[in-house]
Structure formats: structure tokens, C-alpha cells
């Protein structure tokens, strides 16, 4: 029988683009020597793998149809993070504005979500028995995807706030205005909220931080204060 480290620690960290989850959550795995996983990155490699491949991201039965194709792997080392598709690294692919723009679509289709679930709890579970835990971030992980987490952490941030740090990291890449990609962000964020299957959400126990006027270190100082507690409590 699989049994868990006796001192694991699942964290569940979900909320809306830009309000620090992965930042937040690398910086918490890697202070506290726990593993890193990004479930944001899962669903743009199977979106980008769907643009590759000719299926038409907006015909939701053809996405059902070859979600089973690709293979996705995730490297949960906080310091360095990996995501293959077939083999080949998808790490830049997946940041392009075509797969941002399209990645909801593929992300509400139920079969995507199935499958990639499946797949996420695999990962902390294999964390959970072989290491010290994980730190899992998305936007469905407190409510759907590991409803026992042990720390639940739900970061919020004003509009405001989360598109002038997106655009900060666009800048000499893709560049956007401001107004541009704060409307792109508003747009995914309401269909994220908004989709039938596993919508991004609060869990009734997770612990909301608004992050607008915090530094990315004060975010981070109180997530590790927060998962320290945790595991003080279960000694
Ligand atoms: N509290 C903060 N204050 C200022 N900038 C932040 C803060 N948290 C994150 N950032 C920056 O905002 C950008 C988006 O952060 P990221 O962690 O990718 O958010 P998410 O994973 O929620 O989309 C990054 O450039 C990051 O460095
Ligand atoms: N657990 C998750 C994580 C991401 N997603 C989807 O994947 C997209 C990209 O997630 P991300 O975390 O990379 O997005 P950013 O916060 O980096 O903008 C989201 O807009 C959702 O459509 C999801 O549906 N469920």
C-alpha cells in the first residue's frame, strides 16, 4: 500500500492571473524543500500541442477528441521547472500570446480537464510518498483537484495591479499597452470563472490573500509562515 511521508505538506495555491501564484509558489517550494508544481503550464502545453497539430481550439468536440494524444510531463524541482509534450520542451511555446489567448477554450473542455486532473494527482501523490510534499498551483487545485490539501491559499490582486505586472514582463517581448492587456486578462479570468467544469474558485477553507499592496517577498514570507504553522500543528 502507498503510504505518505509522516511530515508531507500538500499547498494548494490557486487565484486569477497575475496575482503571484507562480512566483509565490517556485519561492515557498524552494525555501521549504518541497516540490513545484505548475498546472497553469500543463493546460498552455496541451493547448499549444492542439494548435501544432491543426485541431481547431474552438471546437470543443474535436479538443474531447485528442486530448488523450499528447503526453505532457512535468519536472516539479522548484528551481528548475520543466514541461515536455512528446518529448520536445514546450517551456517557451507555451508563453506565446496565441496559446494565452486560446488556452481557456481547451482548459473548459471536460475531457482536457479529466485527464490533466488525473495527471496533477499523480504528481502530488508521488510527492506526498517520495519527498516532503508539493506546492500545486492553478485554479481549481483547492476545490477540485486535491480537496485535502493541507494548506489552502486562494491570492487575489486588483485588475489594476495584475495587468500592470504582466505588462511589466511583456515589455521588449510582445509588447501590449497597459489597456490591452488588462481587457485580455479581465477576458480570461471571466471564463475561467465562468466554465461549466471545475471554474476557478475559492474553496470554502482556503486562506485569501489580496497581494495589491504587498511586495512579492512579503506574499512569499507569508505563505511560508502560514505552510511552517501547518506542519507545527501536526507534530
Ligand atoms: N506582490 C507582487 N508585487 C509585484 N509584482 C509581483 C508580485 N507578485 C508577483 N509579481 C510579478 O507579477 C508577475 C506575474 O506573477 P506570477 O507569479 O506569474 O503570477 P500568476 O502565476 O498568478 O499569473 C511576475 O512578473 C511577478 O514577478
Ligand atoms: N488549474 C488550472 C490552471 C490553469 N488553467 C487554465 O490555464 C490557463 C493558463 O494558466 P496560467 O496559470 O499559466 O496563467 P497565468 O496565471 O500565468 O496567466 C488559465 O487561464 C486557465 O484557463 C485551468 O483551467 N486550471
Known amino acids: 500500500m502507498e503510504t505518505a511521508a509522516p511530515s508531507a505538506?500538500?499547498?494548494?495555491?490557486?487565484?486569477?492571473s497575475g496575482t503571484g501564484k507562480s512566483s509565490t509558489s517556485k519561492a515557498v517550494a524552494a525555501k521549504l524543500g518541497l516540490r513545484y508544481l505548475d498546472t497553469g503550464a500543463q493546460y498552455r502545453a496541451i493547448t499549444w500541442w492542439m494548435i501544432s497539430n491543426g485541431v481547431d481550439t474552438d471546437d470543443a468536440q474535436a479538443v474531447a477528441v485528442a486530448a488523450?494524444?499528447?503526453?505532457?510531463?512535468?519536472?516539479?524541482?522548484p528551481a528548475a521547472p520543466t514541461i515536455t509534450v512528446d518529448g520536445l520542451d514546450a517551456a517557451g511555446p507555451i508563453r506565446t500570446q496565441e496559446v494565452t489567448s486560446?488556452?481557456?477554450?481547451?482548459?473548459?473542455?471536460?475531457?482536457?480537464?479529466?485527464l490533466i486532473t488525473e495527471?496533477?494527482?499523480?504528481?502530488?501523490?508521488?510527492?506526498?510518498r517520495d519527498a516532503d510534499g508539493i506546492v500545486v498551483e492553478g485554479r481549481d487545485i483547492g476545490t477540485t483537484v486535491l480537496p485535502d490539501a493541507d494548506l489552502?491559499?486562494?491570492?487575489t490582486a486588483s485588475a489594476e495591479a495584475r495587468a500592470a505586472r504582466r505588462s511589466g514582463e511583456l515589455r521588449g517581448?510582445?509588447?501590449?499597452?497597459?489597456?490591452?492587456?488588462?481587457?485580455?486578462l479581465i477576458k480570461r479570468d471571466a471564463a475561467d470563472s465562468g466554465r461549466k467544469t471545475s471554474p476557478l474558485a475559492k474553496a470554502g477553507d482556503a486562506v485569501e490573500v489580496d497581494t495589491t499592496e504587498l511586495t512579492l517577498d512579503q506574499?512569499?514570507?507569508?505563505?511560508?509562515?502560514?505552510?511552517?504553522?501547518?506542519?507545527?500543528?501536526?507534530?
Open 219 to 235: 506574499v512569499i514570507e507569508c505563505v511560508v509562515t502560514l505552510v511552517e504553522e501547518k506542519r507545527a500543528g501536526r507534530r
Open 152 to 155: 489552502k491559499i486562494f491570492l
Open 9 to 16: 505538506v500538500i499547498v494548494a495555491i490557486d487565484g486569477p
Open 68 to 77: 488523450g494524444k499528447p503526453s505532457i510531463v512535468s519536472g516539479t524541482d
Open 102 to 114: 486560446k488556452v481557456s477554450a481547451v482548459s473548459a473542455v471536460p475531457e482536457v480537464r479529466t
Open 119 to 128: 495527471l496533477q494527482r499523480s504528481i502530488a501523490a508521488e510527492a506526498a
Open 173 to 184: 517581448k510582445e509588447a501590449a499597452d497597459l489597456a490591452a492587456t488588462k481587457a485580455a
